[in-house]
């Protein structure tokens, strides 16, 4: 068992140095992860004659991008109607709408580019195994019809047919899902950026942004018209942003690679991504390499935003995800598993993400995905390099663009209602798992998340 990311296994290293002088540009990125190098990528193909400094702490695709369950997704973490109460329904189904074009966004950059990172559109399943369930999943349905989304009840036959978990009583569909290998998808856009003209620096730990200054703990300091911040998790540690998200860790478990015959007992067969309707947050594909790649949340949050690598690894939650994907699927009873490994993502207080730019400072930023970032990010890259080259199409007037979520509360308080909230979502299952009715404690949970 590693406990590398699977993503990374088969990636040939590429070093690309750190930086060691004083520099002046006129756009620097401070982080190289899908949002800082789609930032990067569309201001460049905006303005060809920008210079573009992307930098960071370690290297291309260290955090969430290089560790994440690789759905290309249209969710959002906002729920419509608290989009529509503050600017309107048409701007919330725009909002929806901009996060469905970015999959096929990433899908036509992906092409274009000869990106080799296992893209397929195929959508995703979420199964219901109890009435509990079930009630939420036609509930989604009837409240996703009404915001014009896409998604589809499917019975329990039909569900059963793409994805076998035991006791399935039916689920919902998503079309508006790609199925990705991340990391290969962020090495390829990270390639893109290089051939426009970019630069990219790894090993370069900035310390602190500030109107068009970014000092690192090297020494060097970068002088730029715009700096743009795009360290999402990372944010809450740099000086005067430690409450802006609260970094919360998600792992993942894969199998060895199964055969046909597994396959046949388990469905997936046109690369769609997965999940279950229960409070607990799951999500899975069928890799490019026909592995089971499953993951979840339930590791705890750690005092005053803490980040660091043995949080990758949490025993007790990698033993539930497998437990819990062998009782989905008992064909995997005898199959190996062979990697387990985490990451942090970035949560804002009100769970709704933001992207934004303030000409007077030339500062911009986007994040604070909860974990829906992978095509997210391609949206606030775009909107980023209209912002700040000033070339405003319909997609800089979304509802997101110059929000600013209220900071988290200080600790301990912050540590308190957080794994709070995540000891409720599993009560909330483990009720509806004894009852088989909707659990009380998820109204408790909503009022826990602020969401």
Known sequence: ???????????????????????????????????????????????????????????????????????????????????????????????????????????????????????????????????????????????????????????????????????????????????????????????????????????????????????????????????IRATEAWTSHLPGSTRQVAPVYSLIVATEPLGADQWSRIGLAGAETFSEHRHVIVYGQRSVDGRLVFGGRGAPYHFRSGIRPGFDEDPRVFEILRSALRQMFPVLNDVQFTHAWGGALGIPRDWQPGVGFDPATGLGWSGGYVGDGVALSNLGGRTVAELVTGRHTAIAELPWVQHRSRHWEPEPLRWLGINAGLQVANWADHEERLTHRPARLGKVLSFLTGH
């Not at 998503?174 to 950026?193: E, T, W, Y």
Request: proline share 5%.
């Open 1 to 227: 068992m590693t406990a590398r990311p699977l993503w990374w296994d088969g990636i040939p290293p590429v070093h690309r140095p750190a930086l060691t002088d004083d520099t002046t540009v006129d756009v620097c990125i401070v982080g190289a992860g899908f949002t800082g190098l789609w930032s990067a990528y569309y201001l460049l193909r905006t303005d060809p004659t920008l210079s573009v400094l992307v930098v960071d702490a370690e290297h291309v695709g260290f955090g969430a991008s290089g560790r994440n369950g690789g759905w290309v997704s249209a969710l959002y973490p906002t729920p419509p109607e608290r989009l529509a109460a503050a600017h309107g329904d048409a701007a919330a189904r725009d909002q929806y709408a901009a996060l469905r074009e970015s999959v096929t966004e990433v899908g036509r950059v992906v092409a274009a580019e000869g990106i080799d990172c296992g893209f397929h559109r195929g959508g995703t399943v979420v199964v219901a195994r109890s009435r509990a369930q079930l009630s939420r999943a036609r509930a989604e349905v009837a409240h996703a019809e009404h915001w014009g989304l896409g998604v589809e009840f499917l019975e329990r036959d039909a569900a059963r047919e793409r994805l076998a978990a035991t006791g399935t009583l039916g689920a919902t569909y998503n079309p508006h899902c790609g199925r990705v290998q991340p990391r290969r998808l962020v090495n390829g856009v990270a390639s893109a950026v290089e051939r426009l003209g970019g630069r990219i620096a790894e090993s370069t730990r900035v310390t602190s942004i500030e109107p068009r200054v970014a000092r690192t703990a090297a020494g060097p300091t970068i002088r730029a018209r715009n700096i």
